[in-house]
């Protein structure tokens, strides 16, 4: 029985993705290229290198028109005539796709694969990562405006940050769709990193980037702020749907009303935008110093 | 004699031909169309060694073909061991997982993806079939070993069945367990694969699955004779001379070799090895002779259909097998159940 309730959540979480059906509608395209990295893909909109990108992976959600793509899958869950379907001449990947045997058949039918250089996961690395990205779609003027734009953005962000008195403790909570569970978000992740931007200290440690959301870790971090992404805000949907999420009533964050919703393409990768999301989480969670 | 073998008859002939029907629909159709044209430039261009193959005729030749030969092998493999475990334990419920083989598998496959990136053990495309089928051979060993009785030594199929729902439940448990600790894409991995995919399928995998197919399947032909003789009751079997100890040791081999290597290439695909064998014995009888042979043919055409949806339904996107499996399977089966007075 159990295996039946979970065989039709998943048949219908899958069919609820409509991206699926979305119209392919640049069939005369020559270049095509199927673009599978979120942070690639905000990159490349970003720079308006757009014209030829024919589908994307589904977690891909910035900015909002991308959504009329028609999609390709999960990233870790592709399917080899899935991608062939869209009759790609060039797809991009980060690196984080699977399953290995898709990639061997990708790879064994000779479809070119692309992937950028790795740089590291800071704003200089992503400064390198757009120049890269301009370079190779022929927009470097472009790319130099996001960098410059990232850069300013990032110091007005770290000056905020130095004139901040308090460091509240800030839990983020994502919700893990491969099995529908909350995880929280660890000092070590992307997520970890902007709060740390933003003047903001995260409320748990952990050398992974994301942990299983218990109640012990929630009540033992005691947060001040708590930050859900947009999936699963939306889905508890009021406070009072938050305050039953295990643990978190208990919290300072909850008696002072401070749980917000976030976007997870604000949260997961760094881009073009960055400076901006760390601007808007300092508004959030430094809400009590601007006021006074 | 004579009467109730020719009522058997017509039927292997009748689903050989559905199941060519399937096979070439499975191949025409998908995410990307592929015509006859296509079928016949591409075999052509093989048979006469030239080179240069569209990617199109590349799609068919390295991607559908051998998907759609590994679903009737897989297929064939899982319903074959259904009515070989159905008959030896002479219990409708049983399923060919159930002496721990399955579940076992999905622990091996868990573990490499929870674990594999820490591990130095590393075969390339191979490591995920190899760790499947040592979980499978490890549960099923356990299986056994447990559940020898330890005053006589001998083991009687009731333990063997309790037993073996035991250590299903204890692997996957050890699946649960690992899926929980393992990180997020990883989680995805393994629930992926305990759903089943034959998206995966290339000729060596054909070949290794047909290989263990054709050759216990072969075997299982050989005992299905005793396999009747058990039905009417052990000790019936054995006064006209059937070794039972034997024949449950030489069945369970088969039917663990069968689902260990079907399942390692593919996942945990459930429900085929349950409704196949009570299909064929909803719409004919129980003659394991026949039932063994046309689950072989049943069980193909079934999973090639469940296939084919599963690559049409969602389409370009793909839906897990083992969800259609059950959702095609679950409705015939009832209302064959419901239709006809079935006794087993």
Request: charged share 20%.
């Given at each position: 029985m159990?295996?039946?309730?979970?065989?039709?959540?998943?048949?219908?979480?899958v069919?609820?993705?409509?991206?699926?059906?979305?119209?392919?509608?640049?069939?005369?395209?020559?270049?095509?290229?199927?673009?599978?990295?979120k942070?690639?893909?905000?990159?490349?909109?970003?720079?308006?290198?757009?014209?030829?990108?024919?589908?994307?992976?589904?977690?891909?959600?910035?900015?909002?028109?991308?959504?009329?793509?028609?999609?390709?899958?999960?990233h870790?869950?592709l399917?080899?005539?899935?991608?062939?379907?869209?009759?790609?001449?060039?797809?991009?990947?980060?690196?984080?796709i699977?399953?290995?045997?898709?990639?061997?058949q990708?790879?064994?039918?000779?479809?070119p694969?692309?992937?950028?250089?790795?740089?590291?996961?800071?704003?200089?690395?992503?400064?390198?990562?757009?120049?890269?990205?301009?370079?190779?779609f022929?927009?470097?003027?472009?790319?130099?405006?996001?960098?410059?734009?990232?850069?300013?953005?990032?110091?007005?962000?770290?000056?905020?940050?130095d004139?901040?008195?308090e460091?509240p403790?800030v839990?983020?909570?994502h919700?893990?769709?491969?099995?529908?569970?909350?995880?929280?978000?660890?000092?070590?992740?992307?997520?970890?990193k902007?709060?740390?931007?933003?003047?903001?200290?995260?409320?748990?440690?952990?050398?992974?980037?994301?942990?299983?959301?218990?109640?012990?870790?929630?009540?033992?971090?005691?947060?001040?702020?708590?930050?859900?992404?947009?999936?699963?805000?939306?889905?508890?949907?009021?406070?009072?749907?938050?305050?039953?999420l295990?643990?978190?009533?208990?919290?300072?964050?909850?008696?002072?009303?401070?749980?917000?919703?976030?976007?997870?393409?604000d949260m997961?990768?760094?881009g073009?935008?960055?400076?901006?999301?760390?601007?808007?989480?300092?508004?959030?969670?430094h809400?009590?110093?601007?006021?006074? | 004699?004579?009467?109730?073998?020719?009522?058997?008859?017509g039927?292997?002939?009748?689903?050989?031909?559905?199941?060519?029907?399937i096979?070439?629909?499975?191949?025409?159709?998908?995410?990307?169309?592929?015509?006859?044209?296509?079928m016949?430039?591409?075999?052509?261009?093989?048979?006469?060694?030239e080179?240069?193959?569209?990617?199109t005729?590349?799609?068919?030749?390295?991607i559908?073909?051998?998907?759609?030969?590994?679903?009737?092998?897989?297929?064939?493999?899982?319903?074959?061991?259904?009515?070989?475990?159905?008959?030896l334990?002479?219990?409708?419920?049983?399923?060919?997982?159930?002496?721990?083989?399955?579940?076992?598998?999905?622990?091996?496959?868990?573990?490499y993806?929870?674990?594999?990136?820490?591990?130095?053990?590393?075969?390339?495309?191979?490591?995920?079939?190899?760790?499947?089928c040592?979980?499978?051979?490890?549960?099923?060993a356990?299986?056994?070993?447990?559940s020898?009785?330890?005053?006589?030594?001998?083991?009687?199929?009731?333990?063997?069945?309790?037993?073996?729902?035991?250590?299903?439940?204890?692997?996957?448990?050890?699946?649960?367990?690992l899926?929980?600790?393992?990180?997020?894409?990883?989680?995805?991995?393994?629930?992926?694969?305990?759903?089943?995919?034959?998206?995966?399928?290339?000729?060596?995998?054909?070949?290794?699955?047909?290989?263990?197919?054709?050759?216990?399947?072969?075997?299982?032909?050989?005992?299905?004779?005793h396999?009747?003789?058990?039905?009417i009751?052990?000790?019936?079997?054995?006064?006209?001379?059937?070794?039972?100890?034997?024949?449950?040791?030489?069945?369970?081999?088969?039917?663990?070799?069968?689902?260990?290597?079907?399942?390692?290439?593919?996942?945990?695909?459930?429900?085929?090895?349950?409704?196949v064998?009570?299909?064929?014995?909803?719409?004919?009888?129980s003659?394991?002779?026949?039932?063994?042979?046309?689950?072989?043919?049943?069980?193909?055409?079934?999973l090639?259909?469940?296939?084919?949806?599963?690559?049409?339904?969602?389409?370009?996107?793909?839906?897990p097998?083992?969800?259609?499996?059950?959702?095609?399977?679950?409705?015939?089966?009832i209302?064959?159940?419901?239709?006809?007075?079935?006794?087993?």
């Amino acid at each position: 029985m159990k295996k039946i309730i979970i065989y039709t959540i998943l048949a219908l979480s899958v069919s609820a993705c409509g991206r699926f059906g979305n119209e392919d509608k640049k069939k005369d395209h020559e270049e095509r290229i199927v673009v599978i990295s979120k942070q690639y893909n905000e990159i490349i909109y970003a720079l308006g290198a757009e014209e030829n990108v024919v589908a994307v992976d589904v977690s891909s959600t910035y900015p909002p028109e991308i959504k009329e793509l028609p999609t390709v899958g999960y990233h870790r869950a592709l399917s080899t005539e899935a991608i062939l379907s869209m009759k790609p001449t060039l797809i991009l990947e980060d690196d984080n796709i699977g399953p290995e045997h898709v990639i061997t058949q990708l790879k064994k039918l000779k479809i070119p694969m692309k992937q950028f250089g790795k740089y590291e996961n800071t704003i200089a690395g992503t400064d390198s990562l757009m120049r890269e990205m301009g370079r190779y779609f022929n927009k470097e003027a472009t790319a130099e405006e996001l960098c410059k734009k990232l850069d300013s953005d990032m110091k007005k962000a770290l000056a905020n940050t130095d004139s901040y008195k308090e460091k509240p403790k800030v839990l983020v909570i994502h919700f893990g769709r491969a099995s529908n569970i909350y995880l929280v978000m660890t000092k070590n992740s992307t997520a970890g990193k902007l709060i740390e931007w933003a003047g903001g200290e995260m409320a748990v440690q952990g050398d992974r980037g994301m942990k299983q959301f218990s109640p012990e870790v929630v009540a033992k971090s005691d947060p001040d702020v708590v930050l859900l992404t947009d999936y699963g805000y939306d889905k508890l949907g009021s406070m009072d749907g938050i305050a039953d999420l295990p643990g978190v009533s208990t919290t300072r964050a909850f008696k002072n009303e401070k749980i917000y919703r976030v976007e997870e393409h604000d949260m997961v990768y760094l881009g073009p935008r960055t400076g901006e999301n760390v601007l808007k989480l300092q508004e959030l969670i430094h809400q009590d110093e601007k006021n006074q | 004699m004579k009467k109730t073998s020719s009522r058997y008859i017509g039927v292997f002939p009748l689903l050989s031909i559905v199941l060519l029907i399937i096979v070439l629909f499975s191949i025409r159709y998908g995410a990307v169309s592929i015509t006859l044209d296509d079928m016949f430039s591409a075999i052509q261009k093989m048979t006469s060694g030239e080179e240069g193959l569209n990617l199109t005729e590349r799609i068919f030749m390295e991607i559908r073909l051998p998907r759609a030969i590994l679903c009737v092998f897989v297929g064939a493999s899982l319903a074959v061991g259904g009515a070989l475990l159905q008959a030896l334990f002479r219990n409708p419920i049983v399923e060919p997982g159930l002496v721990g083989t399955s579940c076992g598998a999905a622990f091996g496959a868990a573990l490499y993806f929870a674990l594999g990136a820490t591990f130095d053990f590393n075969v390339g495309e191979y490591t995920l079939p190899l760790a499947a089928c040592l979980g499978a051979i490890c549960s099923t060993a356990l299986v056994f070993f447990l559940s020898q009785s330890k005053q006589t030594g001998k083991s009687s199929v009731v333990t063997l069945l309790l037993v073996g729902i035991a250590i299903n439940a204890l692997f996957l448990s050890g699946v649960g367990f690992l899926s929980y600790i393992a990180r997020d894409p990883q989680a995805r991995s393994i629930i992926f694969w305990n759903l089943g995919t034959l998206s995966g399928a290339n000729w060596p995998s054909v070949i290794i699955v047909g290989t263990s197919t054709i050759i216990c399947l072969l075997f299982s032909l050989r005992y299905a004779k005793h396999l009747n003789a058990l039905m009417i009751g052990e000790e019936e079997a054995q006064f006209i001379g059937v070794n039972l100890k034997s024949l449950k040791w030489k069945t369970l081999l088969i039917n663990v070799v069968m689902v260990a290597v079907a399942t390692a290439f593919v996942g945990v695909i459930s429900f085929v090895g349950l409704i196949v064998p009570h299909l064929l014995r909803i719409l004919k009888g129980s003659d394991n002779r026949f039932l063994i042979l046309n689950s072989a043919v049943l069980g193909g055409v079934l999973l090639c259909l469940a296939d084919l949806l599963s690559r049409m339904l969602l389409r370009p996107a793909e839906l897990p097998i083992g969800i259609v499996t059950s959702v095609v399977g679950v409705p015939i089966f009832i209302i064959l159940l419901q239709k006809k007075n079935y006794f087993f």
